[in-house]
């Protein structure tokens, strides 16, 4: 397997950190755009200081050709529609929506230099799924699966571009809702397959969208959720 220069924007976390581990056992240069590094110091990747939810945040020190990037960061803001404010939906906008288009627009140039570049975004279940306290989230990432598949067209046949939807995963970003053993248990309940699922599971369909063993799939949202999306168990 010949070696690829990967960008993981919010890699040093949750989903996110797990695909950077599984990219760089994989042999991969990795560059990882976070606002922190604590969790890296154990692995040799790139690490660029950054919030893309900043104005002026930079990208350089990434290599001229990039062959895949993936988008990690997201928000779990569960309120009653009654209780967000607009400045929620604008949050959740930004960190989901906007902090990908500035790292895509920035690094365009660079993925199209790449033979056959991917890009991974990430959304959630609650967009096919209809769940209460989810209206801003669930807007936002509505927003990412609509660039997936206009930016997949777009791009086509140079990019590839496709979008993981998962359900509540076991990560530091949903350590409240998994806080308890009843917790976890509940949200184990509400899905088909009776568990909740894990940063390194869903980081290995990344890897796989990353790979060249995905180069014929494009444009699509992918659900990895227990069966959440789409089983109705007796």
Sequence with gaps: MDNKNYLVVGGSSGIGLALTRQLKAAGHEVYVLSRTNDQLKDLDVH???????????????????????????????????????????????????????????????????????????????????????????????GAVEGLTRSLAAELAPGIRVNCIAPSLTDTPMASKLLSTPEKREASAQRHPLKRVGSAEEVAELGRFLLSDQSSWVSGQVIGIDGGMSSLRPL
Excluded: W
């Design 47 to 141: 690490h660029l200081s950054g919030d893309v939810t900043e104005d002026g945040f930079s990208t350089d020190g990434l290599p001229d050709t990039l062959h895949g990037i993936a988008y990690c960061p997201g928000s779990i803001n569960l309120k009653p529609f009654r209780a967000l404010k607009p400045e929620h939906f604008r949050n959740d906008f930004e960190i989901n929506v906007l902090g990908a288009v500035k790292v895509l627009q920035a690094n365009l140039r660079s993925l199209k230099r790449a033979d056959g570049a991917s890009v991974v975004l990430f959304s959630t279940v609650a967009v096919g799924q209809g769940m209460p306290y989810h209206a801003s989230v669930a807007a936002a990432k």
